[in-house]
């Protein structure tokens, strides 16, 4: 695939030439305490068998590459979430205002 080829996805871009031979940035921080939440929140419905680790990665895959890059590690978690559950049926789209 090329770099220009509609069958990347938003997430691959191993190999795109703006990537390569840049310094890789460590984060040596915990998360705040939006993140602690979001991850609590994963956690227990990982628990109660409510969703999977795939799950997650395949809402978080799906965001649109504007809304991607707009958001947060942990903001893409929520939204990841939130979609999963009003998709099984857990809470209406509604709810989430």
Request: proline share 5%; charged share 30%.
């Given at each position: 695939?090329?770099?220009?080829?509609?069958?990347?996805?938003?997430?691959d871009i191993g190999g795109i030439a703006r990537f390569r031979c840049t310094p890789v940035e460590h984060d040596e921080a915990?998360?705040?305490?939006?993140?602690?939440?979001?991850?609590?929140?994963?956690?227990?419905l990982a628990q109660k068998k409510m969703m999977t680790v795939d799950e997650l990665r395949r809402g978080i895959e799906s965001i649109p590459q504007d809304e991607y890059f707009a958001l947060g590690y942990y903001e893409?978690?929520?939204?990841s979430i939130a979609a999963l559950m009003v998709e099984k049926g857990v809470i209406r789209q509604e709810d989430l205002a």
């Amino acid at each position: 695939m090329t770099e220009e080829s509609p069958n990347r996805a938003l997430h691959d871009i191993g190999g795109i030439a703006r990537f390569r031979c840049t310094p890789v940035e460590h984060d040596e921080a915990p998360p705040d305490a939006f993140g602690k939440k979001v991850d609590a929140i994963r956690q227990i419905l990982a628990q109660k068998k409510m969703m999977t680790v795939d799950e997650l990665r395949r809402g978080i895959e799906s965001i649109p590459q504007d809304e991607y890059f707009a958001l947060g590690y942990y903001e893409r978690w929520l939204r990841s979430i939130a979609a999963l559950m009003v998709e099984k049926g857990v809470i209406r789209q509604e709810d989430l205002a």
